[in-house]
């Protein structure tokens, strides 16, 4: 079973930058994808960014692009979201997600991909 802690979210102005972590616990052949989302109040959750634990290679929402950074460290068990240049659109509860399935060329960007959740983290941006 994987379990999924966040950290690191907060208030900031706009303009500002936060660090999340993730600390994962579980077998790693259930984390071939991890990933964060986010969830504003009425409103879907959403894909932020995407990275596959055998290569480090990350994926973005258009909406985040050049101002987020995925990244992870496998010594930890650890992921991390870097955002920068923080926005008040980016006001959201964010979550960590897990996925224990392989997706060939498509990259997993909805939540029926994953299966495993964090409790998420409340990141508050304000103008």
């Known amino acids: 079973q994987v379990q999924l802690v966040e950290s690191g979210g907060g208030s900031v102005q706009a303009g500002g930058s936060l660090n999340l972590s993730c600390a994962a616990s579980g077998p790693t052949i259930s984390r071939i994808y991890m990933a964060w989302f986010r969830q504003a109040p009425e409103m879907e959750r959403e894909a932020v960014a995407v990275i596959r634990r055998s290569t480090g290679s990350g994926t973005y929402a258009e909406s985040v692009k050049g101002r987020f950074t995925i990244s992870q460290d496998n010594a930890k068990n650890t992921v991390y979201l870097n955002m920068n240049n923080l926005k008040s659109e980016d006001s959201a509860t964010y979550f960590c997600?897990?996925?224990?399935?392989?997706?060939?060329?498509?990259?997993?960007?909805?939540?029926?991909?994953?299966?495993?959740w964090g409790q998420g983290t409340q990141v508050t941006v304000s103008s």
């Open positions: 997600a897990a996925s224990k399935s392989f997706y060939g060329a498509r990259i997993p960007f909805s939540t029926v991909d994953y299966d495993y």
